[in-house]
């Protein structure tokens, strides 16, 4: 068992609003500036920016995760994480087909970059990733699951977007074995006020821009030995399926 410092929510050039600068290999050279050991790359409803992301982090020793943050039929943001690139993109393929699908403004929204491992760009998405899918909040956990996966509800602490905004509390069902927060100061008033305390509340950034990477991280502990990238991985996504107590 040993103690990782994460951000599992960083969002690529792929993902709108996010500058284009966020390309893998940035990302992963702020994430090693920065202390990050695991980092997972989730744009919004795609994981296609993952293969290139994974060759980067392990370009600076850092464990990959791929990722997605789904956008569900309410306008709720939650975050996606798979033990495998594999799983990550057949995950993407069944979201794809619940994508609803308008052109994206890139005088508004900006590009949508899809790169490869040298960050060169091999093209672009036409359609706008942020909107809501046709997902309802209680089957992410099934289809998440149905890819190996665990998935769990995005800055439960800001109002855009988060769960709690949206609903006023959790709901019984699906049931939800973490949540994220974007700052660590509201861990404790939030499984005070909530009654959040069998979740793992973890703190990421939701980066949109580098320097939104923090050098302030977070720590979790994950079995390791013998040790891989693949077993940390793995072992991350199994510890956050189950509650805390």
Do not use: W
Request: with cysteine.
């Amino acid at each position: 068992m040993s103690k990782y410092t994460y951000d599992l929510h960083l969002h690529s050039c792929l993902s709108p609003c996010a500058e284009n600068d966020n390309t893998p290999n940035n990302l992963a050279g702020m994430g090693a500036l920065s202390g990050l050991q695991v980092m997972a790359l989730t744009d919004h409803n795609t994981c296609r920016n993952c293969p290139p992301f994974f060759a980067a982090c392990k370009r600076y020793g850092i464990v990959p995760v791929p990722g997605m943050e789904l956008t569900t039929a309410e306008d709720i943001h939650v975050v996606c994480l798979f033990p495998t690139l594999e799983d990550a993109l057949a995950f993407n393929e069944e979201i794809d087909a619940r994508r609803i699908r308008y052109r994206n403004r890139k005088d508004i929204f900006g590009e949508q970059l899809l790169v490869d491992e040298q960050d060169e760009v091999v093209g672009e998405e036409p359609d706008f990733l942020s909107n809501a899918t046709t997902v309802p909040l209680d089957e992410a956990p099934g289809i998440v699951g149905k890819y190996h996966g665990v998935c769990y509800p995005a800055h439960i602490d800001r109002q855009a977007n988060g769960l709690l905004s949206v609903l006023g509390a959790f709901p019984e069902k699906p049931v939800f074995t973490a949540a994220e927060l974007l700052f660590m100061k509201n861990r404790d008033p939030y499984r005070d006020l909530y009654g959040l305390r069998d979740l793992h509340l973890l703190v990421s950034s939701d980066a949109h821009y580098l320097g939104d990477i923090r050098d302030e991280n977070d720590v979790i502990e994950i079995p390791d030995e013998p040790y891989s990238g693949a077993l940390v991985r793995k072992n991350l996504i199994e510890a956050l399926k189950r509650p805390l107590r």
